[in-house]
């Protein structure tokens, strides 16, 4: 039943080393999200595709990147790990409207907590 | 410009008795607003959500939630608590901005522990 699905749950990475975090869907959203989330913390929007439109964050680093093949899946790239990138990683889509009326319900995934060895 | 702002980092209750978590919002049109749950080490789930029909929105696991325009308020309440419902909730605010497009603001969130 799991509609936005992430793998790994748990990666393990070098410092330097590039690593890829993947999130699928079943919803058939126009839009995906990726969000940083450390420690007690509020969830950080990276950056977001709405179809095939990339949106960056001002304040979202060169060293995370982001790829949308299709409609179901989306990569979060991030291409030189430092020890300060170990969080928990969250992928969300939405539909910008529900049929309620309610403006841009995001449905998560269950995260990939990444550790920067 | 939209903000949210929960007014306490973390609630403690017994199991059984009521819980409160606060959150006040501000925005410039008419918003959708949403709380979220966060147990450890998983993704947010949504609780309910507020989209300008009734002000008095039910959720799952026996949640609701009032919208109060003249306080700019949407509180999340439950009558009693039970253990499982320790976790971290975030209140959401969603609206249209005025370049086109959506805006989503998070609460900094409110970690909700229940004692036996």
């Known amino acids: 039943d799991a509609m936005v699905i992430q793998n790994p749950r748990y990666q393990v990475t070098q410092f330097g080393k590039p690593v890829t975090l993947s999130c699928s869907q079943t919803l058939n959203h126009n839009v995906m999200y990726w969000y940083q989330q450390k420690s007690s913390q509020a969830p950080k929007l990276l950056f977001h595709?709405?179809?095939?439109?990339?949106?960056n964050e001002a304040d979202t680093p060169d060293n995370f990147q982001s790829r949308r093949p299709n409609t179901s899946f989306c990569f979060l790239d991030i291409r030189s790990p430092g020890l300060g990138d170990a969080a928990m990683y969250l992928c969300?889509?939405?539909?910008?409207?529900?049929?309620?009326?309610?403006?841009?319900?995001?449905?998560f995934g269950a995260g990939t907590r990444l550790s920067v060895l | 410009a939209q903000s949210v702002t929960q007014l306490d980092s973390h609630v403690s209750v017994s199991e059984g008795t009521p819980v409160l978590l606060r959150c006040n919002y501000s925005s410039s049109y008419s918003p959708s607003l949403f709380w979220y749950v966060q147990h450890p080490n998983k993704g947010l789930q949504l609780l309910l959500k507020y989209t300008s029909a009734a002000t008095l929105v039910k959720g799952i696991n026996g949640f609701e939630a009032e919208f109060k325009k003249s306080e700019t308020s949407f509180h999340l309440t439950k009558p009693s608590a039970h253990m499982s419902d320790a976790a971290e909730y975030f209140c959401?605010?969603?609206?249209?901005?005025?370049?086109?497009?959506?805006?989503?603001?998070f609460g900094a969130g409110t970690r909700l522990f229940v004692k036996a």
């Open positions: 969300a889509t939405s539909r910008n409207w529900d049929r309620g009326g309610a403006k841009n319900i995001q449905y």
């Open positions: 959401v605010v969603s609206d249209l901005v005025d370049t086109g497009g959506f805006k989503t603001i």
């Open positions: 595709y709405y179809d095939k439109d990339f949106n």
